[in-house]
């Protein structure tokens, strides 16, 4: 048994980043024959990455996929540990699976992600929910095989879970889920450390892939059929600063270009590291697309100071206008947190300047959630709720206004698309994004599913739009 330290997560060394490589043990290849598992992600982009390698790893031990969590002989679930809602929903899925394994005692259950990384839910694990089977980590993924077997002689939770980092592990396996979109690791951990925010104590020190790995794995997706790469890290712009090479993002944008691959996007950017190279070659190539995820967290200053976000609204504003001016067409998101301790009506009026000044394409907003461990549970959460759902409300009007006023200046216009399956709302319906992330439906015969095509939009939503292929 292993069990994670909130103290030690929090340290940072100086040892420098291995590579170890995935190899699966030939006696593990027969495990799951005639089994089926499931899992539930919850979480961001990575977590979403994380499962499909956990997908593999269980395919390379012969379980195959059920789609019926209630029908599977294993049940994972892959947590976040980002907001309270997150928490109260794993555990909830908990809770419905402890009636299955009533009725099914031979059911498997897992817990991992970055809840897993949590002294305290580790504690209310083993005080309240002793019939998991296996927990693990987001440092080691790679080890499920072992886990899950360890776990047949362990009457116990089997518990397994790293506090510090280790190395990046090559070569795991991968099941994507998209045929024509993936998703590509370029750094794990985040050294920022915001002061409201539990991803550093999660996932650990930052550590970037080397780049030959990185583009060699977007070469073998090109030949494999995709169109589109998502380059992922907690925050990108800060790639490469870990390496004894100087070789940054800019370097990797323009190395990932050259590959030829037809589309590239990037989540996340902190502008705090976006540099004048990054906007340069993101405006010179056309395979780079014009959107970028820039979160603002705050418009005020001094809840930016207490956030530890190390940049000024008007360094922000200043950095928006430079993508603007340089890159012309380019969409640009955020995220925003309202009701951060000590967030006062003026601190809030700051925030709805910039929005009004920067007219996002669109925004995930969220209210303050106090995560444990972090330097902003500490501080005095001193917003009464009612005055920060006022807000998040107040905000939300604001930024689906210029959504929908962002989305009618396409009405009529001809915009690439990348067609990826059949549209949720209409069976004659498909669905794909424009360069600039735009959701579009469009009305069209099925061959042309995985194809980027020329669509003319024909009506505009807050949060989508309609659109004909033009021929
Ligand atoms: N690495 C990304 C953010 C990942 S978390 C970045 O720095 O931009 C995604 C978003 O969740 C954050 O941008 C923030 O807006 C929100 N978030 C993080 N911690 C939060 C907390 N404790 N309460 C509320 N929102 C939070
Ligand atoms: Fe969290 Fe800040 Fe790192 Fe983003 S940059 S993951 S908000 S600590
Ligand atoms: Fe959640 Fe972990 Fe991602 S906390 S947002 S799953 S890095």
Known sequence: MQIPSIKEARVRTKKETKMDVYKIHDNFKNIGIGKTYFIKTYGCQMNEHDSENIKAMLEEMSFKENMVMEKADLVILNTCAIRENAHNKAFGMLGRLKHLKEENPKLIVGLCGCMAQEESVIKEIQDKYKWVDIVFGTHNLDRLPEILVNSFHNPKTEIEVYSIEGNIVENIPVKRENPYKAWVNIMYGCDKFCTYCIVPFTRGKQRSRKPEFIINEVKKLIKDGFKEVTLLGQNVNAYGKDLDINYDMANLLKDTAETGIERIRFVTSHPWDF?????????????????????????????LKLMGRRYTKEQYLELYQKIKAKIPNCSITTDIIVGFPGEAEEDFEETIDVVNKCQFDSAFTFIFSKREGTPAALMKDDVPLRDKEKRLYRLNELINKYSKEKNDTYLHKIVPVLIEGKSEKDEQYLMGYTDTMKLVNVKAPHEYIGKIVNVKITDVKTWSMDGEIVK
């Open 275 to 303: 540099n004048d190279n990054m906007i340069d070659v993101i405006s010179k190539y056309p395979n780079i697309m014009p959107y970028i995820h820039l979160p603002l967290q705050s418009g005020s200053n001094r809840v």
